[in-house]
């Protein structure tokens, strides 16, 4: 008898608190900022243009570019293949699947490094793999791959190679010196795509 | 009910507050409730795998169950819970002396009816719990603790049905 | 933080050293409150001892208000925890059929695990019953299989349901829950039976 009432004198105060209190909805964090600290000063989230150029070429179909400019600007200019998820909508929930997933890699690229590196921090902090800044964004991508400059002729060769490369890939992505050339392959490792598991699938049943 | 007999199992709301956090812990360690049924289902299906290859090819439910759950189906979660079920039960009784093979039945039946109809519940109970998706732990208990629409209504079912039919059974338990 | 599997910090194997542990922890408590008899647990049926219905309960709202405040607290996310699904026909229908396997075998199937580990042999004969019943629903699935996947509703909850605020319907559930037990001592003083 008396166990009952102990019990009662616990649980409806707690019952009232959890009534009276309003849901927690926040997303949690899933990095802390040292872990964040670390992965920015490490700059490994950074992809080079000559990269990205590379795998739109051979139309790697892991790569998926992501604009995070506004609309306005996206159907100015974009990257072939690429999606347009403003920054503004960038925590809404029809682009969640397409952000946290283990499948493919993301890009993000703006016209610079700044929105994309910040949509980037962003998405890492919620425990997102598998996303990545188009390094110098836009600016950067028309200066290298769409008007590479000839090196001067002294440089190394891996320079010359680079930019017969530049050159070549320019032609396939429609940049402004559509020069025929032989182009050799400028190919840098690829990132690890982190296979992530299914999260929801925790199977239940009796 | 005599008070020596009182004394010797918990007090049923201690022992709910501790079953209730068992259940905390599987929910926060794994993201799961418990379970009990599950368990003999993997062992049913696997037995049936062994024995019966090509049959379980043929059947609809085995194809299905497979490609739901791969990998080794003794190896999972609800197969071990049960067997720690086993060692939990086993100590509870030692510490409590209750160890002892007997067939618990009213004064007022014998012993091979009981078994009959203990048997006769099981099938019942094992068919109830593959159609309800869960049994009194996996879907009722469970099911509640997470508010699940389902775990509420499976409870009501089964608790409704039971005291419905008490009444025509009652001379095996009173 | 929580769901600690899902969040990677265990790993799998860990997941299922903890699942055993987990598992005494449920069979240590069923036994001690007295699930291993099944005439304990039948007698909820006739009002002479609600012992389930009290831990019953008592562990459903336990958890729960567990889980709201860990949520509460950001230790768990409660969108990765498993929460069954609804298929409204199969709920029914099955928790009948489970109901009337209660009062005729006197066990669930966790109880008669329970009961196993200390001898009880009519719990044996349960377990025994479990499988049959198991194949039975397995080999004859294309019989049933339109009635297991009727009315599927997806994973609502109580209070989605309801429309009402989960914490709202906690509190709600709290106080049902005393008053079920309010109720069930009062029918244990009504319909008391001595020996068993």
Known sequence: ?206 | MSEVKKTKYLNPYVGGVLLGLVLLAANFVSGRGLGASGAIKSAVVTTVSLVMPSHVENSAFYTEYKESHPGNLMKSWLVFEMIGVLIGGFLSGAFAKRLKFKVEHSPKITSKRRIIFAVLGGVLFGFGSQLGRGCTSGSALSGMAVLSVGGFLTMAFIFGTAFALAYFFRKNWI | MGPLIVNEIISPNTNLLIAMLIGIGFGFVLESSGFSSSRKLAGMFYGYDTTVLKVFFTAAITAMIGLLFFSLFGWIDLSYVYVNPTYLTSAMVGGAVMGAGFIIGGFCPGTAFCALSIGKLDALAFIGGLVLGIIFFTEGYPMWEDLYKANFMGTPTMNELLDIPRGIFALGLILAAFAMFWVGEWAEKKFPREEY
């Open chain 1, 1 to 206: 008898m008396k166990m009952r009432l102990i019990l009662a004198s616990v649980f409806i105060p707690l019952g009232i608190i959890i009534a009276a209190v309003p849901e927690n909805t926040t997303k949690p964090f899933r990095l802390t900022a040292g872990e964040l600290l670390n992965e920015i000063h490490e700059g490994t989230q950074f992809i080079s243009t000559d990269q990205i150029a590379d795998m739109l070429v051979q139309k790697d179909p892991s790569l998926q570019l992501i604009d995070v400019r506004t609309q306005a600007e996206f159907e100015k200019y974009s990257l072939p293949g690429s999606v347009n998820i403003p920054l503004s909508d960038l925590l809404s929930e029809e682009w969640n699947d397409f952000l946290d997933q283990g499948v493919k890699m993301n890009v993000f690229y703006s016209n610079g490094n700044l929105k994309a590196n910040e949509a980037w921090m962003i998405t890492r902090q919620l425990g997102f793999k598998n996303n990545y800044v188009l390094q110098g964004g836009l600016n950067y991508w028309a200066e290298t791959i769409l008007n590479p400059q000839a090196p001067k002729s002294v440089l190394a060769d891996d320079e010359i190679a680079k930019y017969d490369f530049r050159k070549g890939a320019s032609a396939a992505l429609g940049g402004g010196n559509a020069v025929v050339s032989n182009s050799t392959e400028g190919k840098t490792a690829k990132p690890p795509i982190v296979k992530k598991k299914k999260k929801k699938k925790v199977a239940g049943g009796c």
